[in-house]
């Protein structure tokens, strides 16, 4: 009987095709080409998928960048690095490794922010600070891709870039008097409270999208369910129905009846069971019709035989397949009588009184007495050919003497 298979298990409730992706997710995304069994499998599928089109759209602003640094080898330098550095996650995103993907990607935004305002000539300015904006993506795609609680590491460790470039990095002239007229705190407030701001709404926003999934998972698992066990019930119900159907056909006499036990009948292993039980009620069914034949069979050849003894005309039966028919054999086969006088006796020693003889009598005492000799039995006669029984009056009377079933006493009336 089958049962409810498990996720995993093929035309279980937790089996998913695998989706059909583009050329892009094929060369760089993992999961696509085998079947998702678990949430898990399915949650790492969806990052993996989503960290191939991050990885697409970050490779298209690197090769953005390239006329803009044409006239600068460091900002090439740069580019390429960034360049060499996604399609290494790439690599290891198809390999499976999306955390590992995620993570070098977050490190390569920071890097290459940072890689920017270091490599000012006149230093830190006031036109470059909007560069601090930037490092929230990195927030944004650690939460997304490695992990939501990922996000608040990422905000630390970008706070923790800014505050240290300004501190260490030149200021130019611009910036230094910012800084007379607003403070520090003021100029870093911005770039510090926007790491801490999208850090928060990242979490709760990928913490609610995992959720929303979780919960369509399990709606779609429990609807896969839902259609397993209607299908089991109707297999179920047709396996019951078919059993019932024998049962009936064997109530009504037909010992042949026999219920299928296909692999496609959930109740195969009743149904041989079953077969099994009819197979032997058939046969001993059959042993019960055939003794009760052979038992009327030997009542008619009794009767006949009866009949033979007392004179009459026996009506001997037709073979009729059974262990009678032997006897009837025997009775066709002409009898072979005995000789008459008693049997010679051995020699016997001089002075010795002689032995009883082996037929019961001694010899003075007489010829043994004769016993009644059965009439001959005619040749077995073809099936359907039964003696002339009608009355005396309305058949030729034959004469005695041609009729071989006539007695002594026949013959001298």
Not at 25 to 52: C, F, H, N, V, Y
Not at 79 to 106: T, Y
Not at 204 to 216: F, H, K, N, Q, S
Not at 270 to 293: D, P, T, V, Y
Request: proline share 9%; hydrophobic share 45%; glycine share 6%.
């Amino acid at each position: 009987m089958r049962n409810l298979t498990s996720a995993g298990e093929p035309g279980g409730y937790g089996r998913h095709a695998p989706p059909k992706v583009n050329w892009w997710l094929r060369l760089t995304s993992s999961g696509w080409d085998s079947p998702q069994r678990t949430i898990e499998e399915r949650e790492k599928a969806r990052r993996s998928r989503l960290t191939s089109w991050i990885i697409f759209g970050l490779l298209i602003a690197d090769l953005l960048l390239i006329p803009v640094g044409s006239g600068d080898s460091s900002t090439l330098g740069a580019v390429a690095v960034v360049g060499f550095g996604l399609l290494f996650a790439a690599a290891l995103n198809r390999s499976g490794f999306v955390s590992f993907a995620g993570g070098l990607i977050v490190l390569l935004i920071c890097a290459g922010v940072m890689a920017s305002l270091v490599s000012l000539p006149d230093g830190l300015d006031v036109f470059s600070l909007p560069a601090y904006d930037l490092m929230a993506i990195a927030v944004v795609v650690a939460a997304s891709l490695v992990s939501r609680g990922a996000a608040f590491a990422v905000a630390a460790m970008n706070v923790a870039l800014i505050v240290a470039d300004f501190f260490l990095q030149t200021h130019a002239s611009d910036l230094v008097q910012s800084v007379q007229t607003y403070g520090t705190l003021a100029i870093l407030a911005r770039p510090i409270a926007l790491q801490v701001i999208l850090a928060v709404v990242a979490y709760l926003w990928v913490r609610g999208t995992d959720e929303a999934i979780r919960r369509a998972d399990r709606a779609e698992e429990i609807a896969a369910m839902e259609h397993t066990i209607v299908e089991q019930k109707r297999q179920l119900d047709i396996g019951v129905q078919q059993i019932l159907d024998t049962h009936v056909r064997v109530a009504n006499g037909d010992f042949s009846a026999r219920a299928p036990t296909t692999q496609d009948n959930v109740l195969w292993q009743i149904a041989a069971s079953l077969n099994n039980l009819l197979s032997r009620l058939q046969k001993s069914g059959q042993a019960e019709h055939q003794l009760r034949r052979t038992e009327e069979e030997i009542y008619r050849l009794a009767s006949a035989i009866r009949d033979a003894q007392s004179g009459r005309r026996p009506i001997w039966p037709a073979p009729t397949g059974t262990a009678a028919d032997r006897i009837l054999e025997l009775l066709a086969r002409p009898s072979v009588r005995e000789p008459q006088g008693p049997p010679a006796l051995p020699p016997q020693r001089p002075g010795s009184f002689p032995s009883e003889p082996a037929s019961g009598y001694y010899p003075n005492a007489g010829p043994p007495p004769q016993m009644p000799q059965m009439p001959q039995y005619p040749p077995q006669m073809p099936q359907q050919q039964w003696p002339d029984l009608r009355p005396p009056s309305a058949s030729p009377s034959p004469s005695p003497f041609s009729n071989p079933w006539a007695l002594p006493a026949d013959q001298e009336s």
